[in-house]
């Protein structure tokens, strides 16, 4: 089985990034330590939770995105 463990910290980074590019901060995102236990675990970036106003702004900047393409 391949070793995610760097691609999902690049990963979760990337996300944060771009995220930050559109003035959205999840205060929650990482990642999801538990899912590196067990035999067979994919390693998960964890997005956690949000406010109002935060989700608000993520379907925002995720509707634009999908109108653009």
Known sequence: ???HHDDV??????????LR???IT???????LPSFAGRYGV????LGN???A??????TALR???EKS
């Open 1 to 3: 089985m391949p070793d």
């Open 9 to 18: 910290h690049d990963s979760a980074a990337a996300l944060h990034a771009a």
């Open 21 to 23: 590019a559109n003035g």
């Open 26 to 32: 999840l205060p929650s995102l990482g990642v999801d």
């Open 43 to 46: 390693p998960l970036v964890a």
């Open 50 to 52: 949000c406010n109002v």
């Open 54 to 59: 935060t989700a608000r702004k993520l379907a």
């Open 64 to 66: 634009k995105a999908a």
